[in-house]
């Protein structure tokens, strides 16, 4: 069933690109897959260079980290804008300015010259990264039928997976080489060669494109509302219940966003089209991801401390550990995603959390005897359950919004994995400290009970995710 009768945008005067011509439609999926293996491996790499930067500019962990948080702060806050204006103005352009920007601001990391000046090229290239997630998945799904959505995004995913699975290795042999600034250097040809390849294959604008006012009262709101209750995620377990920081930001936070959602409901040309949340199978594909990536996040955070300091293992045994659930992912997304175009989203969406939770189930039963081969096999499990849901789950969200929707439901569907990720990693560790857990030496029986608690709810946030997947439509 075609998707462009369920969700009819509300702003007419916007005309998206043409579809690809079907001989052009697999230069597309071949430039925008380079584009998400090559962005992904670079990206995976950066915690690595942590702390040799650190160790340069002379700066604690606890500073090294917006490096990566400043470039996560940016993507966060600029998606939906980013998604609404390549809806607007061309998800081609949109997708190129963001290449040319991720590697103008990866040249001027590799040049910066303090530590500030690089948190603030990391921000700069978070905006270019904005750009490219939210006009990437729209470029797929405006190039291919509705009948190979599945395919084209299990593709992508996997193509995501492998990035994260080889960054890692590659970045570690880099900085040991090079040093960390050559992370940065190499994203720059990297840049170039997915630029050319986008401009020779994406489909170009048809030409027929209409100007349309830009909701830019739901741009301030937006922007001044996300960043204020990120930096709350980011610091809330640092600062204390007490502290005017943490109410402050809370407040203003939640009161920006509030008059964001009044905007949006009285705006006729919204910068997120609310009637969006209305479709039961839209809603449930954003809560079952969001579900998914808490899930993952809250084990992902904890895990390295626990191979290392329980297990003994070396970062590198660690981090061969840990690959393993990214490579099973790879393995199964696209199968999936072709397989959703067979079946439907539902099921697979309600298998995949289902499988999600019986992993970290097992490994909280074992966590406390099991070797670095019993850690392995749950983490494959986990790497299965998430492999079948994710490729189904994205072809739902994208199917059940319209075709002039497309750049804002990619926004919306980067936007989950981005809160996901910080709500898990907030609630991995709120968890884990409340239940007595503590990390920086050999572990006792309190912090596996602890580990224990925390793989306990990634289980009830997942078995959660798979009820909610299983509310929307059978076929999307």
Known sequence: MSFTNRVHSTDSGAQPEEPALPLHREAVLLAVGVGTLLSAMSGSAINLALPALGREFQISIDSSRWVVQAFLL???????????????????????????????????CALAPTFIALVGFRLLQGIGGAMVMASSPALLTTSFPAAQRGRVLGI?????????????????????????????????????????????????????????????????????????????????????????????????????????????????RPLLDLSLFRSVTFSGAVLSAIANYISLFVVLLLLPFYLEEHLNLNATGSGTVLAV??????????????????????????????????????????????????????????????????????????????????????????????????????????????????????????????LKYVLWSATAVASAGAAIAGLGSKRV
């Not at 990297?190 to 401009?199: D, H, R």
């Not at 039963?365 to 790497?383: I, P, Q, Y």
């Not at 907030?426 to 920086?440: E, I, P």
Request: net charge positive; hydrophobic share 55%.
């Open 74 to 108: 940016a993507v966060a806050v600029l998606l939906l804008v980013m998604g609404r204006l390549s809806d607007l103005v061309g998800h081609r352009r949109i997708y190129l300015v963001g290449f040319t920007l991720v590697g103008a601001a990866a040249l001027a």
């Open 156 to 268: 992508q995913a996997t193509a995501t997976y492998i990035g994260l699975t080889a960054g890692p290795p590659l970045g570690g042999f880099v900085i040991a080489w090079l040093g960390w600034r050559w992370i940065f250097h190499l994203m720059v040809p990297i840049s170039l060669v997915i630029l050319a390849l986008g401009w020779w294959s994406l489909p170009k604008p048809s030409g027929k494109e209409q100007r349309s006012r830009f909701d830019w009262p739901g741009v301030i709101t937006l922007t001044l509302g996300l960043p204020l209750l990120f930096i709350v995620l980011n610091e809330g377990s640092v600062w204390s219940w007490s502290d005017w920081r943490l109410w402050s930001s809370s407040g203003f936070g939640l009161l920006f966003l509030f008059a964001f959602v009044l905007l949006e409901r009285s705006s006729s």
């Open 325 to 450: 659930q990214s490579l099973v992912m790879a393995l199964v997304a696209s199968p999936s995603g072709w397989l959703s175009d067979r079946i439907g989203s539902r099921g697979l969406a309600v298998a995949g959390l289902s499988i999600l939770a019986f992993g970290m189930l097992g490994l909280s039963f074992c966590a406390d005897r099991c070797g670095r081969l019993g850690v392995a096999l749950w983490l494959a499990v986990m790497g299965f359950g998430t492999g079948v849901f994710i490729s189904p789950n994205s072809s739902a969200l994208m199917g059940s919004a319209g075709r002039q929707q497309q750049g804002v439901a990619a926004g919306v569907l980067a936007e989950a994995r981005i809160l996901g990720m910080l709500l898990g990693v907030t609630l991995g560790s709120a968890v884990f400290q409340a239940a007595g857990g503590r990390t920086g030496g050999v572990w006792r029986i309190e912090d596996l009970t602890a």
